[in-house]
């Protein structure tokens, strides 16, 4: 009922294109969903996050798709860059929870 | 700036040794979280605290203990018990007890020796 399940575990992509992470869950509670990155040596960072009152977010060249019905949401990254290579995080926690639930991670790739 | 502090960067431990990881805030957040990463892996849930005072076990507990004295303050402490401790430790904060992101420390890098 936790979990969060990411793919691709790792994904390489040519520059300008599009890179689409996927997360999916199981708890129908979860009622926020946020995406990370993290650089290697880093610490994560907050990239953009949704809640399930909408389908869509866009942030710049990143959007957060969300399908409540198949319990999936997803990243995609347009006009990818190689400053976007880095291990992304998918999440979800809900409301009094304490904690979140992250998705095991996707190193992506983007070459020149 | 607000933010998270690790200290220090990188840690290096004797086997049969404890250290302790600080970890500070100055967002007024309530909540406080440890995570381990090993290479290429996720984060695992070491322990976090809702409020001062109290504190509750994540994943992967055995071998580490927490305190929350303060609530701009949740140092860690990595014991002889735990036996394999390279890796790579983050905390986190939140404001709340669900709808926000966390913000993640630099991080700190253990290391037996």
């Known amino acids: 009922q936790q979990q969060v399940k990411q793919s691709p575990q790792s994904l390489i992509v040519q520059k300008g294109g599009i890179s689409i992470i996927n997360c999916a869950y199981e708890n129908t509670a979860f009622d926020y969903f946020p995406w990370y990155q993290q650089f290697p040596g880093k610490g994560p960072a907050l990239l953009i996050a949704i809640r399930p009152d909408v389908s869509e977010k866009k942030e710049g060249r990143f959007t957060i798709s969300f399908n409540k019905s198949a319990k999936q949401f997803s990243l995609h990254i347009m006009d990818s860059q190689p400053g976007d290579s880095a291990t992304y995080f998918c999440a979800a926690s809900r409301k009094n929870a304490g904690k979140s639930t992250f998705g095991d991670g996707t190193t992506l790739t983007v070459k020149p | 700036d607000g933010g998270i502090t690790q200290s220090p960067k990188y840690l290096f431990r004797k086997e049969g040794q404890n250290v302790t990881l600080s970890c500070e805030q100055n967002l007024n957040h309530d909540a406080m979280y440890w995570y381990r990463q090993d290479p290429g892996q996720g984060l695992r849930l070491i322990y976090y605290s809702q409020i001062v005072n109290d504190f509750q076990k994540g994943d992967i507990a055995e071998g580490y203990s927490v305190s929350r004295e303060k609530k701009e303050s949740f140092p860690l402490t990595v014991t002889s018990a735990q036996k394999n401790p390279t890796a790579f430790y983050l905390c986190?904060?939140?404001?709340?007890?669900?709808?926000?992101?966390?913000?993640f420390g630099s991080g700190t890098r253990l290391t037996v020796v």
């Open positions: 986190a904060s939140r404001p709340d007890r669900g709808h926000e992101g966390y913000t």
